[in-house]
């Protein structure tokens, strides 16, 4: 008996091929998706819309008495919700006191994804986290 030695035929490897960078281009999707930091500003806008803020602040952070509430102190952080979210980094986090603006090119990524964990640990707890945790 013979072996067949003939490998793939040339429909094959481009179906193979075709195949291989389908997978690839989702993959790099989901990646982009999850990871950009325009998807991380999204998801910071979409906890921060559904949150119950306490407060009223001007945009630096300092609280006022009039006004919608539309900030929460968090132990790291006091957020501001508005047309442009903000918050006050606090030295507790770390580093030195900075207002940071959310808004694209304007703050690392590590700070979006920071604020939103603080703002779900808040929402899921009812407390702040405690100062030190997310170093």
């Not at 703050?107 to 100062?131: D, H, M, W, Y």
Request: hydrophobic share 35%; proline share 4%; net charge positive.
């Amino acid at each position: 008996m013979q072996a067949d030695d003939s490998g793939p035929t040339l429909a094959q490897g481009l179906v193979r091929l075709g195949t291989l960078l389908a997978v690839t281009a989702i993959g790099g999707y989901f990646l982009w998706s999850l990871f950009s930091e325009n998807a991380a500003l999204k998801r910071l806008a979409t906890t921060a819309k559904n949150f119950r803020y306490t407060q009223s602040c001007d945009v630096e952070g300092r609280p006022v008495s009039s006004g919608v509430s539309n900030c929460i102190d968090l132990n790291h952080y006091v957020f501001v919700y508005g047309p442009v979210m903000t918050a006050l980094r606090r030295d507790c986090t770390g580093k030195p006191e900075k207002i940071l603006f959310f808004e694209k090119g304007e703050v690392a990524r590590t700070e979006i994804n920071r604020v939103e964990k603080l703002l779900r640990f808040r929402e899921q707890n009812g407390t702040n986290s405690p100062c030190g945790l997310y170093r």
